[in-house]
């Protein structure tokens, strides 16, 4: 606890299902015997365990990653996590490329582009927008491997 940075202590941060303000705690608070990193945070409901919201804080900075998110919804941010890396991985775009990319698809602002402050409906546009991009993405593909044995025919 030591550690604690004293300055964004008050910063308050609530949680947006039961309305109860959030506390900054260690992450064991919640992983428990699971936590792999003894320095990370958590901004946690105080309402938990029976409210079962919380979210990752910056390590520098020691400021939340975004909104307090219930299990459906961290499970859905990290989805989107996910179907974004896809696009990277897959060669089409590069990590800054892609999320310039998905912030024009969803019409959002810099600010508002942070996977961590998604609600469910945006978590599910930003994977319906991957997937379309990757089927997309592997049409031309097949077609322009059609094309080049044609070529060599
Ligand atoms: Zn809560």
Redesign the pocket.
Known sequence: MAKMKKKQQNEKLY??????L?VLRPAEYVYGERNLNPDNYLYV????PS?D?YIGVHKKSMRPMGT?ANGDLRHKRIEAHRALNKVVQAGIMTKHGAYIWLQNRLCLREKDMHIGMFSEYRCEETIRECNTLMEQYAKTNRSSSCEKKIMAA
């Open positions: 949680c947006p299902y039961c309305g109860g959030a409901c105080s309402g938990y409210c919201s307090l």
